[in-house]
C-alpha cells in the first residue's frame, strides 16, 4: 500500500488536471457564439458522462447491480436529477456491499 507522502502528490496533481480541464472548458466556452444546439450538447453531456460511468455494471454486472442500473436509469428519467439518480444508484450499490448479496 503506498504512503502518504507518494499518494498525496498524486492525488494533488489529478485535481489540478481536473480544474484545468474544466477551466479550459470554460475559456473556450466563452468565446463560442450562443447557439441552441450547442447549449442541447453541452445540457445532455453530463447524464452521457454518468452512464458512461455506469455502462460497466451492464456488461459485467450480476443482478443486483442491474437493478441498482435500472433505478439510476428510470430516476433519472422520471425526475431529470442526475445528481439525484447517481447517489440512488450508487446507494443501492452500497447496500449490496454491506449486506453481502
Known amino acids: 500500500m503506498p504512503d ?15 480544474y484545468g ?6 475559456m473556450i466556452a ?10 442541447q450538447i453541452f445540457e445532455t453531456l453530463p447524464g452521457c458522462a454518468i452512464m458512461a460511468l455506469f455502462a460497466p455494471i451492464a456488461i459485467k454486472g450480476d443482478p443486483i447491480d442491474l437493478l441498482a442500473l435500472g433505478l439510476t436509469v428510470i430516476l433519472h428519467w422520471i ?4 445528481l439525484l439518480a ?10 449490496k456491499t454491506v449486506f453481502a448479496f
Open 86 to 95: 447517481t447517489l440512488a444508484g450508487l446507494a443501492a450499490l452500497m447496500l
Open 79 to 82: 425526475t431529470g436529477n442526475v
Open 21 to 26: 480541464t474544466k477551466l479550459t472548458g470554460y
Open 4 to 18: 502518504f507522502a507518494s499518494a498525496f502528490p498524486a492525488i494533488l496533481l489529478m485535481g489540478l488536471v481536473n
Open 30 to 39: 466563452r468565446r463560442l457564439k450562443s447557439r441552441e444546439t450547442l447549449q
